[in-house]
């Protein structure tokens, strides 16, 4: 089991910014020995999930989409979303996606087909961002117990993206509290300059959040106010949507 919880380690230490990782990239980010991880690769490309760039690098191969596309395809929340997120977008004009909290991250699960890529860094299916400086992770963050959301907030990387971003705990339980109350968060460019984003938790039955959706905009061409007031409604209908079919 080791074996195995190692080689799933050096598979999510490859980044979407650098195409290929060397042994001693993925040893340092994983904290695995160099021999383990050379090891993990060997059986990794036997397998077809990755393949050899050349003599020091590798890159991850189509066949590890395999590994996800049984989540994807079987989980009523993801295989329901994409025509939501598509009306959201069609509705804004604005690219929209869901999340689920995945530890201290947000994973991006489902995109509008028609999201345009409005950030510095592309976010596809599968993508992570941190929880506490995004607004879907904020309103996922609001659903945990307060003991469970100050340890997680303890124990967080809290990293300054931007000049506006929240690092502190209090700060952060601030808004998180904020977002509780109000059903919604707004991010103003906390993440990257430029970037705002509003998002709403989406409840199952038993009214238990279990992921967020979102409008990401170019913070030029849209006020807070303005999301506020006319993107709010659309996101709030667009959850409730997706409660009542995933049940």
């Known amino acids: 089991m080791t074996s195995l919880a190692r080689g799933l380690a050096v598979l999510a230490a490859f980044s979407q910014q650098a195409r290929g990782r060397s042994i001693a990239q993925l040893s340092l980010q994983t904290g695995i020995p160099r021999a383990a991880v050379r090891r993990c690769l060997h059986t990794l490309a036997h397998l077809g999930y990755v393949g050899v760039e050349d003599e020091r690098t590798f890159v991850l191969k189509p066949h590890v989409l395999a590994l996800g596309y049984a989540y994807l395809s079987s989980t009523p ?68 117990p307060p003991t469970e959301l100050s340890r997680l907030l303890r124990h967080a990387q809290l990293v300054a993206y931007t000049p506006r971003t929240l690092v502190t705990r209090e700060a952060l339980e601030a808004v998180i509290g904020q977002a509780r109350h109000d059903g919604y968060s707004v991010v103003d460019q906390e993440l990257e300059l430029g970037l705002r984003s509003i998002a709403v938790p989406v409840r199952d039955s038993r009214g238990k959040v279990a992921a967020a959706i979102n409008v990401s905009v170019q913070a030029g061409r849209v006020t807070t106010a303005e999301m506020q007031k006319r993107f709010v409604p659309v996101l709030h209908a667009a959850a409730r949507d997706l409660g009542m079919l995933i049940g």
Do not use: K, N, Q, W
Not at 100 to 105: M, Q, T, V, W
């Open 77 to 144: 929340l993801v295989t329901s979303a994409r025509p939501i997120l598509d009306h959201v977008s069609e509705t804004l004009h604005e690219s929209s996606s869901m999340a689920i909290l995945e530890g201290e991250d947000i994973m991006y699960v489902a995109r509008s087909t028609i999201s345009a890529r409005i950030m510095s860094f592309d976010l596809g299916v599968g993508s992570r961002l941190p929880a506490y400086c995004t607004s879907m992770g904020r309103v996922l963050l609001a659903d945990l």
